[in-house]
């Protein structure tokens, strides 16, 4: 019963929040005014917040999206209480730790160790705790020898990585963040956003971005604020739908002439239909040729590694452990080994050492964007049609070979996270699970829209003959 | 009436020693010899005053009515020291004061900081120094007299009640300054004009009895001239006096922090 109640606890909530700005005449007006004795012209009032009202339950992640100016950072500076609003109420139950814009809270001279310090002790930590913590605090961080320099010598993306690192081990109730993690690497954000879904599960989160992705695959609710006030207060989903569209009409112009590229391309690849046959068999795009020999050929880079170095974050691994994950191309190209296309039928090896006998095992793996949002994924108990189960021998080598075309992928960054696991698809062991064991880059391509392309079987545009 | 900054002492203690340590390192950062200098700088001054003013200057400590003619050759140089120690505590709140929370803008606009936090940095280091330098000169006026009195204990007393001074006006100017830019180019005029009204370079005897009025009201003026009693001529202050004085003290400490945490929730706005 209890915990039924704390459910639905209100975390936050916000009654007509209001924040006016006055911009009053200059200084130096002010005095001549005063000298002169003249009356004072009319004092500009800005609203950046108007009645703004919303609630969040304990254990939501709000979005909060809407353009530059709209009132975003204001309204999450109100929550945080750095500053007041004019008028209305709010009403804040719990931790708050937040992660507004860059470099939250740093005092430039000190090293980033006493920033740690300060900043916890901010949050509400104790001493004793944060002696205790500030190793794991750095550990997260990874910035090396920095931790000793003072932050002004740091980069964007080291002030980001401590300032998350503090946030994530204060152990708030309210997570807040701020379009901040744009700037980390690829690494850095899969880490945070990997810490983010955790933290989802048992805190509030408030999280702000331009990135519609991030946001919808952070958020379960969103606002879409404009000129200061709610335009939209629902699911992530349709809150994202109606500020995509809304933009999408600025940017019509945009559009037309992507369209106009297309359209030759339909055009010049009409003349090749005879090939028709074989590519319905292979599953490819019938514009593949001519895409991959255009810009918008989709390269997609394999970053490699050694799989020691990687800072993956792994668990398990002691009764199988994988030792390779790797993506080779099938298509016989005297290319960079390092690229695969889009579009190309690719193989993905993964290689594990069973450490002990495994009945039934399972390989699986997930490619995932730079947001973690999961693109796809697949793994070797789909596949089984029989009711045969693989099962391998302590010390044995295991090879799991996944053979697909690979999917046109916007630009960004990709990982591919493989899993070793015992079971059925119902009731299964984890042996391991290796978060990035492979980086992926995608650096241009020709989707239209989608986080991935599908291969185009035809594109046709007729003139349907009246009778 | 509740205390509230003793409260908010008690309470960010730990900041409070992190920033303060700051503050006094700094001063010495990338030296060699570090915060040995808290200890070789007044001995240098020291000797220096002792040089030009009793050796070069001849000067001796005192009105012309009322001075000792065979009083030794540091006399002069430590009663300058004394008026300095005390002054220096005041000119170091004063200037660093106005522009403090417009230098940190970023834990007050980012985070929940107490504010207060950084006047008491200021107060306590200028503490830390007087405290270093008024050690140096009891040791020397111990070793030149001979002898040193218990009654010296009451420094402590006279110098707790200061530090609430300095500590009220650093709150006081650091809450002003975010609303008034100005004060912080008007602070050095107010330093060097308050080193010439105070009894650094003079005793307050000196001071013509229509005038003495002032250097009572001046605060700096009577800590100078406590301090000098204490340790020279070993004629402490009774206990009702300094009770008297460390209750206005605290007063006044305590109306400047409600001045300042008052204002505090404008500051984010105007910074």
Redesign the interface.
């Known amino acids: 019963m209890k915990k039924n109640c704390r459910e639905h606890d209100i975390a936050i909530r916000a009654s007509n929040l209001s924040k006016h700005?006055t911009i009053r005449e200059r200084k130096r007006e002010r005095l001549k005014r005063l000298v002169l004795n003249k009356k004072a012209e009319k004092i500009l009032r800005v609203s950046a917040l108007n009645k703004v009202s919303f609630e969040i339950s304990n254990g939501d992640a709000l979005g909060i999206i809407g353009k530059n100016g709209s009132g975003k950072s204001t309204l999450l500076?109100i929550i945080?209480?750095?500053?007041?609003a004019t008028s209305g109420e709010l009403e804040v139950n719990g931790r708050i730790a937040?992660l507004?814009?860059l470099?939250?809270?740093?005092?430039?001279?000190?090293t980033g160790r006493?920033n740690i310090?300060?900043?916890a002790?901010?949050l509400g930590m104790k001493?004793k705790e944060v002696k205790f913590k500030i190793k794991d605090i750095i550990e997260f961080a990874d910035i090396g020898i920095y931790i000793d320099q003072p932050v002004r010598t740091y980069s964007s993306g080291m002030i980001v990585r401590l300032a998350f690192a503090i946030i994530a081990h204060s152990d708030p109730d309210i997570m807040i963040i701020d379009e901040a993690l744009a700037v980390g690497d690829s690494y850095f954000t899969q880490k945070c956003m990997r810490f983010i879904q955790r933290f989802k599960k048992k805190g509030t989160l408030v999280f702000v971005s331009h990135d519609p992705n991030a946001v919808l695959s952070v958020c379960n609710k969103a606002i879409l604020l404009e000129n200061g006030e709610i335009k939209y207060n629902g699911t992530a989903k349709d809150a994202l739908e109606i500020y995509a569209n809304q933009e999408r009409i600025k940017q019509s112009e945009n559009v037309e002439e992507v369209k106009d590229v297309r359209m030759k391309q339909v055009d010049e690849e009409g003349k090749r239909q005879t090939k028709k046959e074989e590519y319905v068999r292979k599953w490819k795009d019938y514009r593949t040729e001519i895409i991959n020999t255009s810009k918008y050929k989709n390269e997609i880079e394999l970053i490699t590694h050694d799989n020691r170095e990687i800072e993956s974050e792994d668990y398990g691994g002691e009764e199988a452990c994988i030792i390779s994950t790797r993506l080779e191309n099938l298509e016989k190209r005297q290319d960079d080994i390092n690229i695969v296309l889009g579009g190309e039928l690719v193989k993905l090896n993964i290689e594990f050492i069973a450490r002990k006998r495994i009945e039934s095992l399972i390989v699986g793996f997930i490619l995932k964007d730079d947001k973690g949002l999961t693109i796809l994924g697949d793994n070797s108990f789909n596949s089984l049609i029989s009711d045969e189960e693989y099962s391998a021998s302590q010390g044995e080598l295991i090879r799991a070979e996944f053979i697909f075309t690979m999917p046109l992928l916007r630009a960004g960054h990709y990982s591919i996270t493989s899993s070793i696991a015992e079971g059925n698809m119902n009731n299964h062991n984890i042996l391991h699970w290796q978060n990035d064991s492979m980086m992926l880059e995608s650096q241009c391509t020709s989707i239209a829209a989608g986080m991935a392309g599908l291969p185009m079987q035809s594109i046709s545009i007729t003139r349907p003959r009246r009778k | 009436m509740r205390i509230k900054f003793l409260a908010s002492f008690r309470k960010n203690l730990m900041l409070i020693e992190i920033f303060t340590r700051r503050e006094i390192e700094e001063r010495y950062k990338g030296t060699n010899l570090g915060s040995l200098w808290t200890l070789i700088n007044p001995i240098i001054m020291l000797s220096v005053y002792t040089l030009v003013f009793s050796k070069i200057f001849k000067a001796k400590w005192g009105t012309l009515s009322s001075y000792d003619p065979d009083q030794g050759a540091l006399v002069f140089a430590i009663n300058l020291f004394a008026g300095l120690i005390v002054f220096n505590m005041f000119a170091e709140c004063t200037a660093k004061s106005p522009s403090i929370v417009q230098q940190n803008a970023n834990f007050v606009k980012k985070v929940i900081f107490p504010i207060e936090v950084l006047g008491i940095k200021i107060a306590s280091s200028a503490l830390f120094h007087g405290i270093i330098s008024a050690m140096v000169l009891i040791v020397i006026t111990a070793i030149n007299e001979g002898r040193i009195s218990p009654n010296i204990i009451m420094i402590s007393l006279l110098w707790g009640g200061y530090y609430m001074i300095l500590l009220g006006m650093s709150w006081f100017l650091s809450t002003i300054g975010v609303f008034v830019k100005d004060i912080s180019q008007i602070t050095g005029s107010f330093i060097n004009i308050m080193m010439f009204m105070s009894p650094v370079f003079y005793p307050t005897d000196a001071v013509p009895t229509g005038l003495r009025w002032l250097t009572h009201l001046n605060p700096i003026g009577y800590v100078i001239e406590k301090t000098r009693k204490i340790i020279f001529e070993n004629k402490p202050p009774t206990i009702t006096e300094m009770l008297i004085y460390v209750i206005t003290s605290c007063i006044w400490c305590e109306l400047c922090f409600r001045l300042l945490k008052a204002k505090e929730r404008k500051f984010g706005d105007i910074i």
């Open positions: 700005y500076q945080c209480g750095t500053i007041s937040a507004l814009e470099g939250s809270g740093f005092n430039p001279e000190f006493e310090e300060i900043n002790i901010l001493k």
